[in-house]
């Protein structure tokens, strides 16, 4: 092990995108050590952290299908066929997203997911290491310390041909490459936060709103939105500026929030039964876009995921643009034996696709929480598109 070359690739991160390029790398035969600082989630249960559940869309699904896992996947998902508007004082409107349900997204467990993903990347040969955090990397020694919870938090060293980075929008791999060269980050966080609530199964079990559908309640300066799970339940995210009438500064507690929505969003308040405890339970979410100039540091260490490029949630494409990363990755990894050239032709072609997702994530935030319950300007977007 002493020559890198003969070191395996090794991957910081085992949430979605570190588990699935795992997957892909290791189904080709490569030899992948993965380092997750969590516990494992089958053993541990999922942590609660950011959404739980996701908008998965074909991008996503096109390489989960490569990975082998889109009947797993599928068994447990739900069809969204459009976007349930519901306007202030109106009957709920369904706006599909396509022409029938051919063109559907669909609504997927993050917990089932990653764990669906960390199965298929052990099956195929990847070894995963959890409780192992990134602390610091020496780039020319190709040696990386991990601080390892499970032997009191003591930290080893490890060796590695190189690093792909999937450990999320805080990526300490990040930290370290940009102390090497400055990658050129730019953070721009967005001024509204999110607070996730539940509208749990009915009393006969079942949903109590429309399943096959993403629901918005728009209300010009801020939203609410409601994804519906398999068990029969919806996760509802409250989507407000964090300073403002309404904000997260004048809505403070449950009880300031359960007469905001009494005021605002008057039918979906029955729905949620546990709303002042849950929301003086859970934190407010912080949003914002990353920008990197440069995702890889020669041939020793790559970006990929939000680690390279997070984004604001209003299009649903995190996940799904970090997935067509791991597809380009492995594409270009398995043409070139030269890790600095394929790490460089991956970065060029995703760098200018990721841009573009950001940017339109960022407006479809605006159109999410203000247009979509305006007539004149769907009306002029359907026939803008003909
Ligand atoms: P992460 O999922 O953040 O995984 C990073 C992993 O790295 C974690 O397991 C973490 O524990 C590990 N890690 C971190 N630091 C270290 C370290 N130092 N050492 C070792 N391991 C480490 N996307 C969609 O496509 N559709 C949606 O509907 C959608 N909805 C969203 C809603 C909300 C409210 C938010 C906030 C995001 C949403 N996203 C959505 C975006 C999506 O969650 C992310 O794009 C996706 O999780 C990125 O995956 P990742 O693997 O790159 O990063």
Request: glycine share 10%; aromatic share 6%.
């Amino acid at each position: 092990m002493n020559d890198p070359a003969s070191r395996p690739l090794a991957i910081v991160g085992a949430g979605l995108a570190g588990a699935l390029m795992a997957t892909l790398l290791a189904r080709r035969g490569v030899a992948v050590e993965v380092y997750e600082r969590r516990p494992d989630p089958r053993i541990h249960g999922t942590e609660r952290g950011r959404s739980i559940n996701l908008a998965l869309a074909e991008r996503g699904l096109h390489a989960l299908r490569l990975a082998g896992l889109e009947d797993e996947v599928m068994r447990r998902a739900v069809m969204m066929r459009g976007r349930m508007v519901h306007a202030e004082g109106a009957t709920p409107a369904l706006q599909r997203y396509g022409r029938d349900d051919s063109e559907v997204i669909w609504s997927v467990s993050r917990g089932a997911l990653n764990i669906m993903l960390l199965d298929a990347a052990e099956a195929a040969g990847a070894r995963i290491h959890f409780d192992r955090r990134l602390c610091e990397v020496d780039f020319d020694a190709r040696r990386a310390v991990l601080q390892d919870k499970r032997d009191a938090g003591r930290t080893h060293e490890v060796g590695f041909r190189a690093l792909i980075g999937a450990d999320g929008v805080g990526s300490a791999l990040r930290f370290e490459m940009d102390r090497v060269t400055p990658l050129g980050v730019h953070i721009e966080p967005l001024d509204h936060g999110y607070k996730e609530l539940e509208i749990p199964p009915g009393d006969d079990g079942g949903f109590r709103i429309e399943p096959h559908a993403l629901h918005i309640w728009p209300r010009g300066g801020y939203m609410c939105i409601a994804l519906p799970n398999a068990e029969a339940s919806f996760t509802v995210t409250l989507f407000l500026p964090n300073f403002g009438t309404p904000g997260f500064d004048t809505v403070p507690d449950g009880a300031a929030a359960e007469a905001l929505f009494a005021r605002e969003f008057p039918d979906a308040l029955p729905l949620i039964p546990r709303l002042v405890e849950d929301y003086d339970a859970h934190p407010v979410g912080i949003l914002g876009t990353l920008y990197l100039d440069r995702w890889h540091l020669g041939g020793r260490a790559v970006l990929l995921g939000d680690a390279a490029h997070a984004m604001v949630p209003f299009h649903g494409q995190g996940m799904n643009c970090a997935f067509e990363d791991c597809v380009a990755l492995d594409r270009h990894l398995a043409q070139d034996a030269d890790l600095e050239t394929a790490f460089a032709a991956y970065a060029a072609e995703r760098r200018p696709d990721a841009a573009a997702i950001q940017a339109m994530a960022l407006e479809n935030y605006v159109e999410m929480r203000d247009r979509v319950d305006d007539a004149d300007y769907l009306l002029q977007r359907a026939l803008s598109a003909v």
